[in-house]
Antibody, heavy 120, light 114 residues
Framework: EVQLLESGGGLVQPGGSLRLSCAASGLTFSTYAMGWVRQAPGKGLEWVSAISGSGGNTYYADSVKGRFTISRDNSKNTVYLQMNSLRAEDTAVYFC?????????????WGQGTLVTVSS | DIVMTQSPDSLAVSLGERATINCKSSQSVLYSSNNKNYLAWYQQKPGQPPKLLIYWASTRESGVPDRFSGSGSGTDFTLTISSLQAEDVAVYFCQQYYSTPPFTFGPGTKVDIK
């Protein structure tokens, strides 16, 4: 059974940084692209970033480009989201999700999410 | 980026009745080379992550009840719940995964019991 466990969320001041981690189990990790989707309180889903199975291709939403960096360590079955220059509008639950295939595409498994709050 | 819209924002349906949700993309998500629509539907219940229901616009994910069905092509799509059950109360999102990311989501449609 595929399981995704996010960690690293918390309260951070505007302009600060945070690194989210997502540990995956129950799958051949390097075979699948992975991604992050966020949901602001009471709002809809926003696609944030994704990375191919090899890590060679990365993609970002315009709203986070230049501030967030996605990476993965296939030896640790973990994907990361480094978030810098955080803003109040980045406050959200961040979900880690597994892509259906090696290339970035739809997400078929999701973690429970980790809450990031950006506030002074 | 492709913009996704959904209608209605919310709807209330009696138990056992049909619920219909519409999704529209700002450009076609039909890939001519394989005749597949790059459109997925997700269900999100309160306090839970989204769950994949349908992909390729009309293919049900394994384990999804057959009362859920997807249809449409090009830019206009529909999710139908043929006989609403109490456990179907949720927010439903469409998502396009056509071409290159970002793979945008629709704003969501909330389904409640009347």
């Amino acid at each position: 059974e595929v399981q995704l466990l996010e960690s690293g969320g918390g309260l951070v001041q505007p302009g600060g940084s945070l690194r989210l981690s997502c540990a995956a189990s129950g799958l051949t990790f390097s075979t699948y692209a992975m991604g992050w989707v966020r949901q602001a309180p009471g709002k809809g889903l926003e696609w944030v970033s994704a990375i191919s199975g090899s890590g060679g291709n990365t993609y970002y939403a315009d709203s986070v480009k230049g501030r967030f960096t996605i990476s993965r360590d296939n030896s640790k079955n973990t994907v990361y989201l480094q978030m810098n220059s955080l803003r109040a509008e980045d406050t959200a639950v961040y979900f880690c999700a597994k892509s259906r295939w090696t290339t970035v595409t739809l997400f078929d498994y999701w973690g429970q999410g980790t809450l990031v709050t950006v506030s002074s | 980026d492709i913009v996704m819209t959904q209608s209605p924002d919310s709807l209330a349906v009696s138990l056992g009745e049909r619920a219909t949700i519409n999704c529209k993309s700002s450009q076609s998500v039909l890939y001519s080379s394989n005749n597949k629509n790059y459109l997925a539907w997700y269900q999100q219940k309160p306090g839970q992550p989204p769950k994949l229901l349908i992909y390729w616009a009309s293919t049900r994910e394994s384990g999804v009840p057959d009362r859920f069905s997807g249809s449409g092509s090009g830019t206009d799509f529909t999710l139908t719940i043929s006989s609403l059950q109490a456990e179907d109360v949720a927010v439903y999102f469409c998502q396009q995964y056509y071409s290159t990311p970002p793979f945008t989501f629709g704003p969501g449609t909330k389904v409640d019991i009347k």
